[in-house]
């Protein structure tokens, strides 16, 4: 199996890294962006990324063409419903699909309507995006992919890691895929949450241990949940986070920081939604998650206008 056309959904930080690589490997008409009404009108007349123009090609949900060997959905979580509809008329018999989302149900839910097409991945990026464009550091992204186990790789996992090499996009691709989606997860409920409702950037963790207490406390909810779903994590893998974030930029700013900054919709559906349902669930208490919950809709709310 071979790689030779590549289609993303979903030009955010993490759908601009990905095609921005891909475009310097895949020929013309090998790489299409899937999008239509006014995000097609504004793609196509260019998008600055890393202060370089690209000019993608992009295509319309209706258009009917030769199917993608590989397609990548990197939209926002309430986006994903739409998305899955979408990609149809690039999906083929042999196609991959590949959900770059935050959380940890947007596999099942493809695979509810793609079944075993769908693989497992996760993206690690910090960025910024502004009405200007999308910047990163690309030598610190990296992409964790696989099946959901991965003690021998499958011939599709080889041909997107050959991919991946010829690309320059650094990958890992973990043993267990369900445990690092879950661990990222943690990382997101935690950082994402926290830094959105205090204003604080990611240096805040490296100097506040007040902040760490705090982020600390919302992962071991994640890690609860998890345990009770046959996934464990230990109290070192929780302090080895610190670690991680020492290495970030001090004046970095998590995803949801920014959207409540530039008064953008939040995935707090995603994380303190999703954790308080499958917390009911599994029969375990999610306490900071409920105070996260009300105090990011109070500052969407206030960001509408409504308070």
């Not at 930080?13 to 790489?31: D, E, H």
């Not at 990548?72 to 990609?87: E, P, S």
């Not at 599709?156 to 990222?184: C, N, S, V």
């Not at 995803?255 to 669930?281: C, H, P, W, Y």
Request: hydrophobic share 40%; with cysteine; aromatic share 6%.
């Amino acid at each position: 199996m071979k790689i030779e056309k590549v289609a993303i959904i979903g030009i955010g930080a993490i759908g601009a890294f990905m095609a921005s690589k891909l475009s310097s490997v895949l020929s013309n008409g090998k790489l299409v962006v899937i999008a239509e009404g006014e995000r097609k009108a504004r793609l196509e007349k260019g998008l600055l990324i890393n202060s370089k123009s690209y000019q993608f090609q992009i295509v319309t949900p209706e258009e009917k063409s030769e199917p993608a060997d590989l397609v990548m959905i990197a939209t926002k979580y309430q986006g994903l419903d739409a998305a899955t509809k979408a990609i149809k008329n690039q999906v083929g018999k042999h196609t991959v699909i590949m959900s770059l989302l935050n959380g940890v149900n947007s596999e099942e839910k493809l695979q509810e309507v793609y079944g075993d097409k769908v693989i497992y991945a996760l993206m690690r990026l910090s960025s910024i995006r502004t009405d200007e464009g999308i910047s990163f550091n690309e030598r610190n992204g990296y992409i964790e992919f696989g099946e959901e186990r991965n003690d021998v790789l499958s011939e599709r996992i080889l041909a997107i890691k050959t991919l991946f090499e010829t690309a320059g996009i650094q990958y890992k691709i973990p043993l267990d895929m369900r445990k690092a989606l879950w661990h990222k997860y943690a990382c997101n409920v935690a950082e994402n949450q926290s830094s959105a409702i205090l204003g604080i950037p990611f240096g805040a963790w490296q100097v506040s241990e007040t902040a760490n207490h705090l982020r600390e406390a919302a992962m071991r909810e994640v890690f609860a949940v998890a345990a009770k779903k046959g996934i464990i994590f230990t109290e070192e893998e929780l302090l080895a986070q610190r670690e991680l974030l020492s290495h970030v930029p001090y004046g970095n700013k998590t995803s949801m920081l920014q959207d409540i900054e530039n008064k953008r919709a939040t995935e707090v559906e995603m994380f303190a939604g999703e954790m308080i349902a499958m917390g009911k669930e599994v029969g375990v208490p999610t306490p900071i998650n409920e105070v996260f919950y009300d105090a990011i809709k109070i500052l969407e709310e206030k960001n509408k206008g409504l308070i």
